[in-house]
Every structure is written in structure tokens, then in C-alpha cells.
């Protein structure tokens, strides 16, 4: 199996930036597609932005499109995603996950990702 770890969050004001960081370790970072989604207290888990396993397609929610990129270094065994322009909806634990590649070039719900990381807190305040 993989782990994973997330790191990089932190307190930002509204339209500052981060960027995520989450490192895999224990498997063959190459063979699984990626993901980044968050939660909010008291909400669901939502979809947020994902990588084929080769980082060639990408898809972002449309909340965050045009201001989030998501990049894979499997050189590395590290995912990133870079969080410009934030708002204070952009608030929430995010977490990485990882599923086995299929026969999609990437997934979308958090039902398809069999591994999780502990997820770091991106508070952006107003």
C-alpha cells in the first residue's frame, strides 16, 4: 500500500497563496492517479482538483478553476497543488488521496480512492 502525507498549509489572508504538498511513500507513486479534495467543519468531502497517473489530464472543480493547479513530480513520489488567489470559502482540511489507475485517466469522487492522508488545515482569512 501507499502513505500519504500532506504538509504546507497554514493561515493565509484572501487572495494570498500556498501550495500543498503531499508525499507518498511505501508504493509506485507513478502507478496511481491523484487527487486533492477538502472538508470543511461540518461538511462533506469534496472533490477538489485531480492528476492521471502520469500527470498528463487534469480536472478542477469549478470553484477553484483558473486559481488552483495541481502537478505531480513522480521523480519524487509528491503531488503538489498550488493555491493562488484564495478565499475565504477556499477554508477547509485538505487531504490527498491516491487510487490504483483504471481504465479513466483520472476520478472524481472520494468513493474511487482507496488512500488517504491526515489531511492540513488551510484557513484563509478576510
Known amino acids: 500500500q501507499v502513505q500519504l502525507v500532506e504538509s504546507g498549509g497554514g493561515l493565509v489572508q484572501a487572495g494570498g497563496s500556498l501550495r500543498l504538498s503531499c508525499a507518498a511513500s511505501?508504493?509506485?507513486?507513478?502507478?496511481?492517479?491523484m487527487g486533492w479534495f477538502r472538508q470543511a467543519p461540518g461538511k462533506e468531502r469534496e472533490f477538489v482538483a485531480a492528476?492521471?497517473?502520469?500527470?498528463?489530464?487534469?480536472f478542477y472543480v469549478d470553484p477553484v478553476k483558473g486559481r488552483f493547479t495541481v502537478s505531480r513530480d513522480n521523480a519524487k513520489n509528491t503531488m503538489y497543488l498550488q493555491m493562488n488567489s484564495l478565499k475565504p470559502e477556499d477554508t477547509a482540511v485538505y487531504y490527498c488521496?491516491?487510487?490504483?489507475?483504471?481504465?479513466?485517466?483520472?476520478?472524481?469522487?472520494?468513493?474511487?480512492?482507496?488512500?488517504w492522508g491526515q489531511g492540513t488545515q488551510v484557513t484563509v482569512s478576510s
Open positions: 511505501g508504493g509506485t507513486f507513478s502507478v496511481y492517479h
Open positions: 492528476i492521471s497517473w502520469s500527470g498528463t489530464y487534469t
Open positions: 488521496a491516491a487510487a490504483r489507475k483504471g481504465p479513466t485517466t483520472l476520478y472524481t469522487s472520494r468513493h474511487d480512492y482507496g488512500y
